[in-house]
């Protein structure tokens, strides 16, 4: 009888040890989703960018872009809806050009954020190099300058410099080729399967087949990744960035032109340019709380690819009730009321696009529009039969705003009055897109370190340890600095000086292009073209030929 109480009293025990082990888990399991839930909240973005990532919720709209012929590939996506509203090809691998620059610039937000690198660090860049002094003499010349980490950030995101991204690679990781290592494995970690690097840069491998690659839907997750650091979005909406290098102050305008005509609503990213990637952007806006990103690969000219750019952002924030952009502030109810009745699926967004012909040239593409509103005054008289409220009705207004218009205590009006009635008036404005001239010139400027008469070193020091070892005088530095950069090669863009301005600057000739319109376009002559580059009568421009434009001042 002991035994079997015994027994039982053991299987009790062995249920209420195996009730109590569950409700232990239970309770653990509750505590573990709950953090999990408000790491989640917290981090909204990285959840959001992941889950797009995975599995992508599209709504086309057609007609939204007009001229899917001049593209080779890209998307168009809408954040807030988390929506994919226009795509074309976007799961093939491209050439991605400069657009590569964007994965230098989120490895360097990650060292900053982990605390590897400071944005006040000192970089001294080192430069030696020969300097012809006769027929068969070459000197030795050293020049340093010395950059701040956030500086050239500046000048990899906003000027788009080459061998500023080789700086920030040996700064952040020691080497290039352990920072490009880096660079492959991020994009692993994101899920980039069609990604591949080669270099910092962007700039053409030696065999065409290690180019830089990506397919517009990487870009769009490389995208998402860089807009969760405020810091980069604050660089790349710089319009025009100016960096210290030791001796003077340089001013780069930003390559991607909607930034600097659409300032407070065009906030980044990234434009590339390559003879094989053609004019690339990663363009996001951000309008009315409603934020976009656009990608474009492969277009023919920089014009064209700004302006079907913001024709589709445009489109797609007029046809969702926001407005254009540059317009006025856009009325944020009406746009929730109306994608509240798209969701339900009472209203189907219907986009509005101008239309171009395939013949087209670069000069139409180079204006876009916006819609300006304005009120004017019309006279009115009034007529036999006529009263107040009938006028009002008549012109859709208000009969109290005639009364204030009007100075009217009375709603009486009598045959032959003389009314002002003021009505808004809704026009496009041609807009002039701003594009860098010298885009294409500096995207294929080779780094220092591809020179066979040049070494380049970087090394980091402090502020004064800078200043005790610097034995030169300023201005004997800046002067060699100026002729060393200026005996390597013309193809380098030199360090501007101070009070100094160059006089003339270089043009890539794409197909189509004319030296009238090419003399539009940077506001000079024919003649003076023709003089700079010694063109004879019959002279002909050819694809990708390089030619002298004559500045101004």
């Known amino acids: 009888m002991k035994k079997v109480l015994l027994h039982k009293v053991e299987n009790n025990e062995t249920k209420i040890s195996n009730c109590y082990a569950r409700g232990l888990f239970l309770v653990c399991f509750a505590i573990c989703a709950f953090v999990f839930n408000n790491q989640s909240k917290a981090n909204g973005n990285d959840t959001l960018s992941r889950y797009v990532m995975a599995s992508p919720i599209f709504d086309t709209i057609p007609g939204i872009v007009a001229d899917e012929d001049e593209v080779r590939a890209g998307l168009l996506y809408d954040i807030k809806r988390n929506k994919i509203v226009w795509q074309k090809d976007m799961d093939y691998a491209y050439p991605i050009a400069s657009l590569t620059k964007m994965m230098v610039g989120l490895l360097a937000m990650e060292d900053l954020a982990a605390g590897n690198v400071c944005l006040d660090d000192h970089i001294i860049v080192t430069r030696t190099f020969k300097k012809k002094i006769s027929r068969r003499r070459f000197a030795c010349v050293m020049s340093k300058e010395e950059y701040s980490f956030e500086d050239l950030l500046k000048m990899a995101m906003v000027a788009s410099h080459n061998e500023s991204t080789m700086w920030i690679a040996k700064h952040c990781s020691g080497s290039v080729d352990a920072f490009v290592e880096r660079m492959n494995q991020k994009a692993a970690e994101l899920g980039m399967k069609k990604t591949a690097y080669s270099n910092t ?121 926001i407005g254009r952009l540059g317009d006025a502030t856009p009325d944020l109810a009406l746009s929730r009321l109306y994608l509240d009745s798209v969701n339900r699926g009472l209203a189907v967004i219907h986009p509005q696009v101008e239309q171009r012909h395939k013949d087209t040239s670069d000069e139409s593409y180079a204006y876009t529009y916006k819609i300006v509103t304005q009120k004017i005054k019309k006279p009115y008289t009034v007529r036999k039969g006529d009263n107040l409220g009938r006028i009002a009705d008549r012109n859709n207004v208000a009969m109290a705003d005639l009364k204030h218009w009007n100075n009217l205590k009375s709603s009486v009006v009598h045959p032959g009055q003389h009314l002002n009635i003021y009505a808004t008036v809704s026009h496009r404005v041609p807009v002039k897109l701003v594009v860098d001239p010298d885009e294409t010139y500096a995207d294929m400027e080779k780094p220092f370190e591809n020179s066979p008469e040049c070494n380049t070193e970087v090394t980091v020091e402090s502020v004064s340890a800078v200043a005790d070892s610097s034995s030169l005088n300023q201005d004997t530095q800046i002067n060699k600095a100026v002729q060393a950069k200026a005996i390597i090669s013309p193809k380098v863009k030199k360090v501007v000086v101070q009070n100094a301005k160059p006089t003339f600057i270089y043009h890539l000739v794409q197909p189509g292009d004319t030296l009238w319109n090419i003399a539009q376009r940077y506001q000079a002559t024919v003649d003076q073209i023709k003089k700079v580059n010694k063109m004879g009568r019959g002279t002909f421009l050819k694809s990708g030929q390089r030619i002298k434009i004559p500045v101004k001042g």
């Not at 290098?245 to 991607?256: C, F, I, M, P």
């Not at 990637?277 to 277009?299: E, K, P, Q």
């Open 201 to 321: 840069s962007g700039l053409p491998a030696i065999i065409n087949e290690l180019d830089n690659s990506a397919s517009a839907r990487d870009m769009l997750t490389l995208a998402l990744e860089v807009l969760k650091y405020p810091k980069m979005t604050e660089i790349t909406s710089i319009p025009y960035a100016t960096v210290s290098n030791g001796k003077g102050h340089d001013t780069y305008r930003n390559h991607n032109g909607l930034v600097i005509n659409y300032n407070n609503e065009v906030d980044g990213i990234k434009t590339g340019y390559t003879k094989a990637a053609r004019f690339c952007l990663v363009a996001t806006s951000n309008r009315g709380d409603h934020r976009m990103i656009s990608i474009v690969f492969g277009v023919r000219s920089p014009w064209v690819r700004n302006s079907i750019v913001a024709s589709m952002l445009n489109s797609y924030y007029d046809a969702i009730k």
